[in-house]
């Protein structure tokens, strides 16, 4: 949170509820805090409720345990196990509910419905509910047929919250976004944001729900682009640093989300995606820029599973029995997430290849069950590079830069390093003995 001023808090302190705290939930509550609002966050994980009220918080996000014990010391934010009890004397109830990839792609919307049937009866008249949780459109409207108290007007809300940066993004955001039939209730979720500065869009419900995918669909599409766009210039012999700073600075195009990478993962792109794809089929509107955005992805990895292939296989065309060694697991730096990681997509095909599978990634333990079919966890970098045939760099953590490359090249029995977040410095590598191999620049295979 350096560099980042503190917002002023609210001239009208509002009594809020969150229900859910994972890390939208957690930081809405911790942030709403903050501003000077009373929150109380209801989570139905007796366990995790007892850590919270320690302060103690379990993902890994700059800036938010602070916030909590902050929070626990002023009085203003409390963490309960009882939905109901919490929601009872609110002016406005958040839902921060998981809305995982269901069947077809669809959200799944099973626990911000079984929360609505938990609380209908609790709700007190005149206050607004909020769907943050990212929903398909026409959900507020279901939230509201659901609860079934026309007093109680429902809202949308989206997030546009990065893991690893939730608590700055949510105090300095770009816009706050709000959205309801009820406009006198939208602008009240709005005004629990005054504080901030930031400009309000208030809308109806379907458009404030479309936005949010909207977003995230942007954002995808602009990184399968860029990773197409890398292809490009691998083959023509430019350089995508180059071509992407100079499409960049043009303010309609934008610098940001134009790096190449792995392909684009985490909780939120893939399955926002997905959903938003499976709700056009179900409506029976082609997307083809949508797909298109989705199987680049999809292409993308493959291509870099068989530029591995294509270096490290042996005689049989397969990696049987062949090592490789990992750098990086989590979808991203910052985070010891993994879920929809474009890391272990990779991992999983190079399995399938019959690999052997030596990870290190500095945010996760070496006692991992659940991977344990995948890759072999390791506690540092050389372990991981011990006899391995190949490098690969597939979370883009700083302190990669900066590991004792000599020592893992005497490490590794081959020489490349695929550097597949284009994050490692050439020069030091070639002093090490060894050949980095990135993503979007004239590329030679190497043995
Ligand atoms: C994303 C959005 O960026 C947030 O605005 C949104 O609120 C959030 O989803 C959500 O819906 O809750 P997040 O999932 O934290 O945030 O991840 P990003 O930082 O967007 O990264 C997504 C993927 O793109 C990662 O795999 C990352 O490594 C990759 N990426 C990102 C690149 O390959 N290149 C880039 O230039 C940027």
Redesign the pocket.
């Known amino acids: 949170m350096s560099g980042t001023t503190a917002p002023r808090s609210a001239d009208r302190p509002a009594r809020v509820a969150v229900v859910g705290t994972g890390y939208?939930g957690l930081t809405t509550g911790a942030c709403l805090a903050s501003l000077g609002h009373r929150v109380v966050c209801a989570d139905a994980d007796a366990g995790k409720v007892e850590r919270l009220r320690r302060a103690e918080v379990d993902i890994l996000e700059p800036g938010l345990p602070e916030l909590v014990r902050d929070g626990l010391g002023s009085g203003r934010l409390e963490f309960v196990r009882d939905t109901p009890a919490a929601v009872r004397e609110a002016d406005v109830v958040f839902l921060c509910l998981p809305t995982p990839m269901g069947a077809g792609g669809a959200a799944d919307l099973a626990a911000v419905e079984a929360v609505a049937r938990e609380i209908r009866t609790e709700l007190p008249d005149g206050c607004v509910v909020v769907n943050k949780s990212?929903v398909p459109v026409g959900t507020s409207e279901r939230v509201g047929a659901l609860l079934g108290r026309p007093e109680v007007p429902v809202v949308s809300n989206p997030?546009?919250?990065?893991?690893?940066h939730a608590v700055h993004d949510f105090l300095h955001p770009d816009r706050v976004v709000v959205g309801g039939a009820d406009p006198e209730a939208a602008r009240r979720v709005a005004d629990l944001y005054a504080p901030l500065a930031a400009p309000h869009v208030v809308t109806d419900a379907a458009s404030a729900e479309l936005t949010?995918y909207a977003?995230?669909f942007f954002?995808a599409m602009k990184?399968s682009f860029?990773n197409n766009l890398a292809t490009l210039c691998e083959r023509f012999g430019a350089d995508v640093a180059d071509v992407t700073a100079g499409i960049g600075r043009d303010p309609r195009i934008g610098e940001?989300?134009?790096?190449?990478?792995p392909g684009?993962?985490?909780?939120?792109?893939p399955k926002?995606t997905h959903a938003l794809l499976s709700v056009c089929e179900a409506a029976g509107i082609d997307f083809p820029l949508l797909r298109a955005t989705i199987e680049t992805n999809v292409e993308h990895q493959r291509r870099l599973v068989e530029r591995v292939v294509a270096q490290c296989a042996g005689p049989d065309g397969t990696l049987t029995g062949v090592r490789l060694a990992l750098l990086g697991l989590a979808?991203?730096a910052g985070t010891s997430d993994l879920r929809d990681s474009?890391a272990l997509a990779l991992a999983r095909q190079l399995r399938e290849r019959g690999a052997e599978l030596f990870a290190y990634d500095p945010a996760l333990s070496e006692t991992r069950p659940d991977l344990s079919d995948l890759v072999t966890l390791t506690g540092d970098p050389l372990e991981a590079a011990d006899g391995a045939a190949a490098c690969l760099v597939l979370t883009?953590w700083p302190q990669f830069r900066d590991l004792d490359w000599p020592a893992i090249a005497a490490r590794l029995d081959g020489r490349v390093v695929h550097d597949f977040r284009n994050l490692l410095d050439q020069d030091r590598l070639e002093r090490a003995g060894l050949v980095r191999q990135s993503i979007g620049s004239a590329f030679t295979m190497a043995g």
């Open positions: 939208v990212t997030e546009f919250l990065r893991e690893g949010k977003a995230n954002l990184l860029a940001a989300f134009l790096k190449p990478g684009w993962g985490g909780s939120c792109l926002d979808f991203k474009p883009e």
